[in-house]
C-alpha cells in the first residue's frame, strides 16, 4: 500500500477527512476522480491554505493539507503559528521534498529548517517517518490524534521491517553499548546500513529511529546516552533548532555529559542534485557516516591518550 491508497482507505472511514493542496499532487495525484467531494486544490497560494485548513478544522472537519516543505513551513508561518497551533486545531500538514528530498530543485525549494520552525509552535507535533512504510504505518495514528501535525513526507524504499508506530516512542534497532546512532526520517536508511558496517568491523551499535520529534522520546534518548559510550545524531537539517539541539537541551536539563558527535548540514544549504549524488557530495552516504564516526572514535582516543599522558 502507498500514500495515496492509505489516505483514500482513511477517507472512506472517516467522513470528516477532507485533502487539500496547493497544486502540489505528486503523491496524491489520482484522489480527485476517486474522492471528489473530498479534495480541494487552492492553486500556489499557501497562506490561503492553511488559513482555508483551519476554517474546516473549526466546522469539525480534519484537513489533511499538502504542499512543498520549503513554502508550507516558511511561507505560511505566521498562519500555521496564530490560526493552528494557537487554538491548537486538528490539521494535519504533509511538507512534500523536505530535507534532501528536494533534491535538484535549488535553495529556494530546500525545507532543511522545518523542524526548527514547527517545534517551536505551542501544540504542534511532528512525524517524520523513516520511509514510505514506516509513513503508512503511523499514518493513522497521526491522522486520529485530535491535535495539529507536522508531517516530513517521505517515500524512500523500505530497507527494514518497523515495529507498529506508537506516538511519541522510538523504535530501537540493536543494543550496542559502543556508539548509539540517532536519527529520524530521510537518513535512516544510510544510518542503518553504516550501523551494518561498523558492527561488520567489530563495533557495538545500536541505532534509534525516533519517527516522531515533537513529542520525543526522551526515555530512549536518555537510555542510549546512558548505555552508549558515544552519541551520533544524524540528520539533513540545519545544525540548529533541529535534533542536534534537541538532544543537547535534554542533556542540560538532566544535567548529563557525552561523547556526542553531530552529523548534519552545519548551517548552509547543500547543493542540489540528485538524492545519490547529494548523500555522496555531503558525506551523507553510509559508508561516508561509518567513515566519520571512526575517524570521531579516533580522535577521542587520541584525546585521551594526551590527557592520561600528562597525569
Known amino acids: 500500500m502507498n500514500y495515496e491508497e492509505k489516505l ?6 472517516n467522513e470528516s477527512i477532507i485533502i487539500l493542496t496547493a497544486e502540489n499532487r505528486a503523491s496524491i495525484r489520482n484522489l480527485p476522480k476517486v474522492i471528489p467531494n473530498k479534495f480541494i486544490d487552492t492553486g500556489i497560494n499557501e497562506q490561503s491554505l492553511v488559513g482555508i485548513s483551519a476554517g474546516l478544522a473549526l466546522r469539525g472537519r480534519t484537513p489533511i493539507v499538502h504542499a512543498l516543505a520549503a513554502f508550507l513551513t516558511m ?14 486545531l486538528n490539521v494535519k500538514l504533509i511538507g512534500n521534498f523536505a530535507g534532501l528530498l528536494s533534491e535538484g530543485n535549488g535553495p529556494t525549494h530546500q525545507a532543511i529548517e522545518d523542524i526548527a520552525l514547527m517545534r517551536c509552535i505551542p501544540n504542534m507535533n511532528i512525524f517524520c517517518p523513516a520511509d514510505m512504510d514506516d509513513m503508512i504505518k ?3 495514528t497521526i491522522i486520529n490524534y485530535n491535535r495539529p501535525f507536522y508531517i516530513r513526507y517521505n517515500d524512500l524504499p523500505t530497507i527494514v521491517n518497523h515495529e507498529e508506530f506508537a506516538l511519541g516512542k522510538a523504535e530501537v534497532f540493536g543494543d550496542g553499548n559502543e556508539i548509539g546512532i540517532i536519527v529520524y526520517g530521510t537518513l535512516f536508511n544510510e544510518s542503518f546500513k553504516a550501523k551494518e558496517i561498523l558492527e561488520a568491523e567489530g563495533y557495538s551499535v545500536r541505532l534509534v529511529n525516533l519517527r516522531t520529534i515533537k513529542p520525543i522520546d526522551e526515555y530512549e534518548i536518555l537510555n542510549t546516552v546512558n548505555n552508549c559510550k558515544t552519541i551520533i545524531s544524524i540528520e539533513d537539517h540545519y545544525q540548529i533548532g533541529g535534533l542536534y539541539s534537541i538532544i543537547s537541551e535534554i542533556l542540560v536539563k538532566e544535567k548529563l555529559i557525552s561523547d556526542y558527535l553531530a552529523i548534519n548540514l552545519q548551517n548552509k544549504f547543500f547543493k542540489p542534485a540528485k538524492l545519490n549524488n547529494i548523500l555522496n557530495y555531503e558525506g551523507f552516504s553510509a559508508i561516508q557516516i561509518a567513515n566519520r564516526i571512526k575517524e570521531h572514535l579516533v580522535k577521542k582516543e587520541k584525546k585521551l591518550n594526551v590527557q592520561w599522558s600528562n597525569v
Open 8 to 13: 483514500i482507505e482513511l477517507a472512506h472511514k
Open 75 to 88: 511561507r505560511s508561518f505566521e498562519f500555521i503559528r496564530t490560526d493552528i497551533g494557537y487554538p491548537n
Open 138 to 140: 503511523g499514518l493513522s
